[in-house]
């Protein structure tokens, strides 16, 4: 594929962006250089979303010297004076190994280049989501402005661009926008292209930093139990709901970023509340634990939220082992801790959710419901929501839960039944999501904006400890047929065979269940299965194919095309709906419509009205001349003119607000035709 090189190198410089300067601050808090490597990525979010913040009030540009470099250099001369030492982590839990890592990261990048890259038909292709032209501008806006903060982040950034808004530069709140920050920097350190940078992160994210967020926890929750750590590498890549599902979906690019994290920022809380550890690692991995909530709270606060619901019922289980306690100067039994902690959680859950700030977001209604019948077997199946088409979900992973879980309450081990709470609890947000509607919803699953994806996310993440337990379970049951004793050898052939299996299962493609005749109507209807990853595979080559639908390859190329010719400063006039949405963050076009919302009279400037309702009157509308010269327009772009290709971005599209510009032809006077290519044209003005 095309772009090849520049996407290995983008991935490496991701890898860098993502890794490096986290990697420094969380040296300073642990010993063990695996887990800070693993921790690192929370830690450098945190690190960027302050500096987008600061540099802005100080009038300091962002960029790879002021928010790479400079900062890495100044932590790795703190990390050298002040860092935890080796021979200081005396009371430290052993860590991940060194095998393990690369374990986890093997089947990670195997499942990334099975389940995204192999059929991603272009490294250069672009999801066509109802977000992604926020995103894919947002980066563009960043990267030309330097200005990375999330304090107002808009399309229009530069000066120029803010005196010609549309609707006159209305909004201006608080978006969560470090993960455009990160993606920012891979193109200012040289990969231009955003598209390509876009999926460079977006796999990174997937198949290198999940897994191992993934594994920092498996290794601090589950010390000294190696093959159950090495389970976690299958499970924690093998989720379709999650990482996956978040490449088609959205874009949920930022969800990504921060749900990535969850494991291993939990991995640190674990360590800071593990039994005999010393008050100084205790208050290091605590305040690097607060710092990757900073940094998880800029990509999305709701894995904030998600972060609690795996570690209230860890918490639980820490209180209820321990024998007395004293609170506020009076000694309590684990129980009665246990209870006011749950307590305090429920009324921190309930002031959140009736606070006014947040009424927006817990109160959205997606109008997705399911009969109880039907959302008991998407949990029971792993298909969680079931949002497109009917599957059989993850059989496989299906069994490995139940395995686990019975596995937890056969020992009776509250080291391993918590993870299946927590599981549980998830599971319980899924169905309330999907059965339920009001305020029942939207206490349960409002923080995720009752999107039946983020909260099947949230079951995904829960669910990895669990399902890693099953596998492990399973890896006794495979020595146990081939007759393997206990050595080292034997159980690690076990264990190859359990996670081949698994992977096997996980990924096995598309059938046909038994029955009609080859060529029956209902062998290409209704018969056909598909597991979730193949399902998920077929989405990506689908949503990133730009074939048809919002944009295509060719209107793409035709844009690049124009920028070439007029150049980047020049204001063009467009219908965004026809995918010249795109066309700043994509082409470097300096389109005038930059996202795909209504408009109406009223809702933006007398010069955009004017122009969208009636730029095809130039040539005798004074007012028209006047608003083109107010803005200093001088072009106009035209995509393709089929306005139905894609009702997922055009559902709120109304022909008549942009009536004018549609009717813009060859023939139109005031118009004089620069480039064609199709039904694609730039027009200069001429009047």
């Known amino acids: 594929m095309a772009y090849a090189p520049e996407f290995v190198l983008a991935c490496l410089l991701a890898v860098v962006i993502i890794y490096l300067p986290g990697f420094l601050m969380a040296r300073l808090a642990l010993a063990q250089r695996t887990m800070a490597l693993c921790v690192a990525p929370a830690l450098s979010y945190a690190l960027y979303s302050v500096l987008a913040t600061v540099f802005p009030m100080l009038g300091v540009p962002a960029g790879p010297l002021t928010m790479l470099f400079v900062p890495s250099a100044l932590l790795a001369v703190l990390a050298l004076r002040f860092g935890v030492r080796n021979h200081d982590r005396q009371g430290e839990p052993p860590g991940p190994t060194a095998w393990l890592m690369a374990l986890y990261l093997l089947i990670g990048l195997v499942v990334g280049l099975f389940v ?12 066509t989501g109802r977000d992604m032209p926020h995103h894919i501008n947002g980066i563009r806006a960043f990267v030309d402005s330097r200005n990375f903060s999330s304090f107002g982040p808009s399309a229009y950034a530069l000066p120029e661009d803010a ?18 920050s990160i993606c920012a ?37 589950y010390p000294r139990q190696r093959r159950l750590q090495a389970m976690g590498a299958v499970a924690v890549s093998c989720f379709v709901a999650f990482p996956w599902r978040f490449l088609t979906y959205g874009p949920l690019w930022p969800n990504l970023a921060g749900f990535a994290v969850i494991l291993g920022v939990a991995s640190l809380f674990v360590r800071a509340t593990s039994a005999g550890v010393p008050v100084s690692v205790r208050v290091r991995c605590g305040a690097a634990m607060a710092l990757s909530m900073f940094g998880m709270a800029y990509m999305h606060p709701n894995t904030v939220f998600a972060l609690g619901v795996l570690l209230v019922p860890f918490c639980v289980w820490r209180l209820l082992s321990v024998g007395r306690l004293v609170l506020f100067g009076r000694r309590l039994s684990g129980r009665v801790a246990a209870g006011v902690f749950v307590a305090a959680a429920v009324a921190l859950w309930l002031v959140l959710y009736t606070s006014p700030f947040m009424r927006a977001v817990v109160t959205m209604d997606w109008a997705f419901e399911l009969s109880e019948a039907q959302a008991l077997v998407n949990l029971a199946t792993v298909a969680y929501v079931n949002l497109y088409l009917t599957d059989f979900g993850q059989p496989v992973l299906a069994c490995a839960l139940v395995l686990g879980a019975l596995w937890a ?15 549980l609890l998830a599971c319980l947000i899924v169905f309330a999501n999907t059965v339920t509607d009001g305020p029942m919803q939207d206490l349960l699953s409002g923080f995720w904006y009752n999107d039946p994806v983020r909260v099947a996310a949230l079951a995904a993440v829960c669910a990895v400890p669990v399902a890693a337990m099953g596998l492990d379970w399973a890896c006794e049951g495979v020595a146990r047929v081939l007759a393997l004793d206990a050595g080292r050898r034997p159980q690690t052939l076990a264990a190859g065979i359990t996670t081949a299996v698994a992977l096997f299962g996980v990924c096995f493609p598309s059938f046909f269940l038994p029955g009609p005749e080859p060529g029956h109507l209902m062998r290409d209807r209704h018969m056909r299965v598909e597991s979730e990853t193949e399902y998920e595979r077929i989405s990506v080559a689908a949503y990133y194919s730009q074939q048809e639908g919002f944009i295509t390859a060719e209107e793409r190329r035709f844009l690049r095309d124009a920028v070439a010719l007029i150049g980047r400063d020049a204001l063009v006039i467009n219908n965004p709906f026809d995918g010249s949405a795109i066309g700043y963050g ?14 109406s009279s009223g809702y933006d400037t007398d010069e955009s009205h004017v122009i969208r309702v009636h730029l095809d009157e130039v040539a005798s509308n004074e007012e028209v001349q006047q608003a083109l010269e107010t803005i200093g327009a001088e072009y106009v772009v035209i995509l393709g003119r089929q306005r139905d290709r894609s009702s997922e971005m055009l559902w709120n599209l109304d022909i008549l607000q942009w009536q004018g510009i549609d009717g813009v032809t060859d023939d139109t006077p005031g118009f004089e035709v620069l480039l064609a290519e199709g039904e694609c044209r730039l027009y200069h003005i001429t009047i």
Request: aromatic share 12%; hydrophobic share 55%; charged share 10%.
């Open 116 to 127: 995204f890259i192999s059929v991603l038909p272009g490294f250069d292709a672009i999801m």
């Open 163 to 180: 005196a010609i808004h549309p609707n006159g530069g209305s909004g201006g709140g608080f978006y969560p926008s470090t993960w455009q």
């Open 409 to 423: 309450v056969r020992r009776r081990s509250g080291a391993h039944l918590w993870a299946v709470a927590s599981y």
């Open 586 to 599: 994509d082409a470097g076009m300096r389109t005038f419509y930059r996202g795909i919302n209504p408009m």
């Open 185 to 221: 920097l891979v193109v200012m350190l040289g990969a231009p292209d955003i598209a390509v940078v876009i999926n460079a992160v977006s796999f990174v994210l997937a198949a290198v930093v999940t897994p191992l967020s993934g594994l920092a926890f498996m290794a601090e929750a």
